[in-house]
C-alpha cells in the first residue's frame, strides 16, 4: 500500500485542484509519448526518459474506468517496487496547471502526505501492489490540465518524477 502514497497524491491532486478530474474523451487515457510512458493503462509519462536511477521502479499502473467518468469513483491500481527505504524529510514539489495557468505550485512533506492514507515513514524497501480508490466530481472546466510531481529524498535523490497531461473537451 506504500505506493499508493505516491500514486493518491498526483491523482488526488487533480480531483482537490480546482474539482478537476481525469476524464474527457471517450477512448482510454494513455500518456502521449510511448517511450516515456508508464506501464499499464494510464496518461502517467515519466518524465524523463533516463529513470534508472529512481528509488520507485514502476511495474504498472491502471485506471478504472479509463477514461474516468464523472462522478464515478476512479480506482487506481499499481504495482511498483522501492529501492530503498523512504525516510522523514522526503518531499514533492506538485504542480497542477490548466492551459498556461498555475493552479498548484507546492513543496509537500511526502511523510505528511502519506497519513492521509494511514502510512507512517519511513517507507519500507520492496515491492509494493495496490489498490486506491479517489471520488471525481461531476463537474469540471474544459480545457487542458497538467500535473507534474517530482519526488525525492530528504537528501534531495530522485524517487520519482511523474507527470500526465489530460485534455477535456467543451
Not at 509519462?45 to 504498472?60: A, G, S
Not at 464523472?70 to 497542477?96: H, M, R, S, W
Not at 497538467?146 to 525525492?152: F, K, Q, W
Amino acid at each position: 500500500m506504500k505506493f499508493s502514497t505516491l500514486l493518491a497524491l498526483l491523482f488526488s491532486s487533480l480531483v482537490a485542484s480546482e474539482s478537476l478530474s481525469f476524464f474527457g474523451s471517450q477512448k482510454p487515457l494513455q500518456g502521449q509519448h510511448d517511450s516515456l510512458a508508464v506501464p499499464g493503462e494510464s496518461p502517467l509519462e515519466f518524465c524523463l526518459e533516463k529513470h534508472d536511477d529512481d528509488l520507485l521502479v514502476i511495474e504498472y499502473v491502471n485506471l478504472t474506468p479509463n477514461p474516468p467518468k464523472p462522478g464515478a469513483t476512479l480506482t487506481i491500481e499499481a504495482a511498483g517496487v522501492f529501492k530503498e527505504d523512504i525516510e522523514e524529510g522526503a518531499y514533492v514539489n506538485l504542480q497542477v496547471k490548466y492551459g498556461l495557468i498555475r493552479l498548484v505550485n507546492t513543496k509537500a512533506d511526502l511523510c505528511e502526505q502519506i497519513k492521509q492514507v494511514e502510512l507512517d515513514c519511513p517507507i519500507k524497501a520492496g515491492e509494493t501492489v495496490l489498490t486506491n480508490e479517489v471520488d471525481i466530481p461531476k463537474e469540471v472546466p474544459p480545457g487542458k490540465y497538467t500535473v507534474l510531481a517530482d519526488v525525492y529524498t530528504k537528501d534531495d535523490r530522485k524517487i520519482t518524477c511523474l507527470t500526465a497531461e489530460v485534455t477535456f473537451p467543451k
